[in-house]
């Protein structure tokens, strides 16, 4: 059992630096990894499901005002953009804040195809984020499971 | 209180202080919360402004301070704000976020930590009475703090800055009315843009002032000013270069809202007629700033380097009052999220954000350059100013609510409540007939599902507008509430289905909660839509499902 807790441990390690050095993550979801404790053992996991919940919405705000026949309302699109900026800076969501900087500035510039390569972008950018964020708690689980603590990653 | 009590205070101060924390954004209230927590500060939750201002009002003797979001584009943020300054006179602080800003968020607990200082050095400063010369204690005060947490970065920094900034200004402009104040240089987006293109151009190392004036080509711009300016971009590049958290996109902005020097042309672009204006100012205990002199009349065509129509918007704005607060919400530009329908209140409050608008208002430019300034006069004066009056934890950090006797009144709260309204992006398009089919195969705008992670969903476009036309012809059938509220939701849904089909195992994480149901929803409306609608475009839907 140890051996296999050792394992998983291990994946688990160089799975999260992995995600780390794809530039999936940065310093602040080590810093929400810090706030994770006995107290409250699912924090990762809650604010990222919060995340992700808004990355849906807000994504679905900036196609909604992507899509009006019409003129597009650029200062919308901007708006969601500039959310969604703030909810990944907070949960370290490297990737997709890096895309909502380029996407604000095409809404800045009211350049529509800009706009939509950037929404379409932002759109995998944060379902690749889940399924590896996914793919960690899993492994986190799995490492419980067997019994054994989930080693605390430093990533430098 | 004397200093000796405050000083027996700050010790008892951090723990358990009452925060309440108002954000629209859920992520950023939860991680929030969890922050404040760890600090042991006590804490209220609540992502809406109004609620916020419930619970305030319900108790004004509740909480200690407050933070803010004051970027919430569903709610004004910034009103709440004024409004907590004006009836309670606690402390707020300011949340803001994006690359722009005050790199707040995300916000460190380090900072957080620190928050308290405010409430105390609240304390301190009332005390000292509204005398306008304590600039030095100010500073002392402000250094003290800024330094006492030299990991905070410079975002700490700034929100104190920017708070002492916005206190001076208040208290100018409340205080003295009369007093001609200088005209200051502000240092807007474009006129920075220029700034830089000319550096560029010259060549960062060889730029001199004179040169840069020149090339930048703007009609009462002094040497001075662009020199003054220079060096602190100089100083600002040499900082960020040696701070990784210096994750900005916009480098320019970011210096603007750094460095906005006192470059001596600073135009306050607020009607201060009677001196009671911007709620954001506080009134101003005449430090720094006072020195500096803003100009308080400053409503015509002084404005210049705001290259908006500046003159004209602010008579729109002035109507009648003198009580016109233009929000200098958080520095975004363009894209800064701010309600659509922020409107000059022609009541009393006039509250205006920050506006991506491209219309030429000059509101947003106004705003920008008053937090601008704000920054300036913080970064060059760091002196700690605070409304007087107040009797509490009066630190107002960001954006300060005049303290002087502004009719706070309803309109405001009705106001609020229309902008809320109107400004909620999502409603619109649940009750508009979008011409679904049309959209949908002549719209090469297949952002929404060309690209997948797994590529075998090919999703068409038409599969979110298809889910809406659902929701639109009122077949909602197995509708649960959470697919009706997350509208937005649900075009996603059906290709997340196909994505996370994958993983989809049956563990219990959060996230594979949450994929799980919102795969069921689709799976519904998946159903729903195969019976109900005869789209084209369904047949893509189908073929992914």
């Not at chain 2, 700050?10 to 600090?39: K, N, W, Y």
């Not at chain 2, 922020?342 to 350059?369: K, M, T, W």
Request: charged share 20%; proline share 5%; aromatic share 6%.
């Amino acid at each position: 059992m140890d051996a296999l807790v050792a394992q998983l441990q291990m994946q688990y390690r160089n799975y999260t630096v992995s995600l780390y050095q794809q530039g999936f993550l940065d310093d602040q979801f080590t810093e929400l990894k810090k706030l994770q404790d006995d107290a409250s053992p699912d924090f990762v996991a809650e604010v990222l499901s919060l995340f992700f919940e808004d990355c849906v919405k807000l994504i679905g705000n900036m196609a909604r005002a992507l899509d009006q026949t019409g003129t597009v309302d650029f200062s919308q699109v901007g708006a969601s953009v500039h959310q969604l900026k703030g909810s990944s800076s907070s949960v370290g969501a490297k990737r997709v804040k890096g895309l909502c900087i380029t996407f604000k500035e095409y809404c800045e510039a009211n350049n529509y195809e800009g706009c939509v390569r950037c929404l379409q972008q932002v759109d995998i950018e944060f379902k690749a984020l889940q399924t590896k964020l996914q793919d960690m708690f899993n492994l986190e689980k799995q490492i419980i499971q067997a019994g054994g603590k989930v080693p605390q990653v430093d990533i430098n | 209180m004397t200093v000796e009590q405050d000083c027996v205070a700050l010790d008892q101060f951090p723990v358990g202080m009452r925060v309440l924390a108002v954000d629209d954004d859920q992520t950023c209230l939860r991680i929030l919360e969890s922050l404040l927590h760890r600090c042991q500060y006590h804490v209220t939750t609540t992502n809406q402004a109004q609620k916020a201002l419930e619970l305030l009002r319900e108790n004004k003797n509740k909480f200690d301070l407050v933070i803010s979001d004051v970027d919430m584009p569903d709610m004004d943020g910034f009103k709440l704000l004024e409004l907590v300054g004006l009836e309670m006179d606690l402390p707020v602080i300011r949340v803001t976020h994006g690359a722009c800003d005050y790199l707040l968020k995300p916000v460190r607990i380090e900072e957080l930590k620190n928050i308290w200082q405010h409430v105390v050095r609240s304390r301190f400063d009332k005390n000292r009475g509204s005398n306008n010369g304590d600039k030095k204690d100010g500073s002392g005060n402000n250094e003290g703090v800024a330094n006492s947490d030299p990991n905070n970065g410079r975002a700490n920094r700034k929100r104190k800055d920017q708070y002492n900034e916005d206190e001076d200004e208040e208290r100018d402009d409340n205080d003295d009315p009369s007093s001609q104040k200088k005209p200051r240089v502000v240092w807007t987006v474009e006129l920075h843009k220029k700034f830089v293109a000319a550096v560029n151009q010259l060549g960062f190392e060889k730029a001199m002032p004179k040169k840069i004036l020149d090339l930048m080509n703007v009609e009462k711009l002094t040497r001075e000013n662009v020199a003054s300016h220079l060096q602190k971009f100089r100083l600002y590049l040499k900082r960020i270069s040696g701070n990784q958290q210096a994750i900005m996109a916009n480098s320019d902005l970011h210096f603007l809202q750094m460095s906005n020097g006192l470059d001596g042309f600073h135009h306050r672009p607020i009607p201060v007629g009677s001196g009671q204006n911007v709620l954001q100012n506080p009134t101003d205990l005449g430090k720094f700033h006072h020195v500096s002199s803003l100009p308080l009349n400053h409503i015509d065509g002084g404005n210049i380097l705001q290259g908006l129509p500046m003159p004209l918007e602010f008579d729109q704005l002035q109507t009648n009052n003198n009580k016109s607060i233009i929000a200098g919400n958080s520095m975004a530009f363009p894209s800064f999220p701010t309600q659509q329908s922020s409107l000059p209140n022609n009541n009393n409050h006039l509250v205006l954000e920050g506006h991506p608008q491209a219309s030429p208002s000059a509101f947003p430019g106004h705003q920008i350059n008053k937090r601008l300034e704000h920054w300036s006069n913080a970064v060059s004066s760091s002196s700690s100013t605070l409304p007087p009056a107040q009797n509490s934890n009066s630190i107002i950090i960001g954006h300060q609510f005049d303290v002087s006797p502004l009719p706070h009144s309803k309109p405001d709260s009705l106001e609020w409540n229309t902008q809320n309204a109107s400004s909620s992006y999502s409603i619109p398009f649940c009750d508009s007939t979008i011409p679904l089919t049309s959209s949908m195969n002549t719209n090469p705008r297949a952002f929404y599902r060309t690209t997948d992670l797994d590529s075998n969903a090919n999703v068409q476009p038409g599969v979110y507008y298809d889910s809406s036309q659902m929701r639109q012809s009122g077949n909602y059938g197995p509708t649960t509430d959470a697919m009706l509220s997350s509208n937005p939701k649900e075009g996603f849904i059906v290709g997340q289905q196909k994505l996370q089909s994958g993983f989809m195992g049956a563990e219990a994480g959060s996230l594979d909660d949450i994929v799980n149901s919102t795969m069921k929803q689709e799976q519904s409306q998946g159903d729903l839509s195969e019976g109900d609608l005869g789209y084209g475009g369904f047949s893509s839907l189908r073929t992914c499902l």
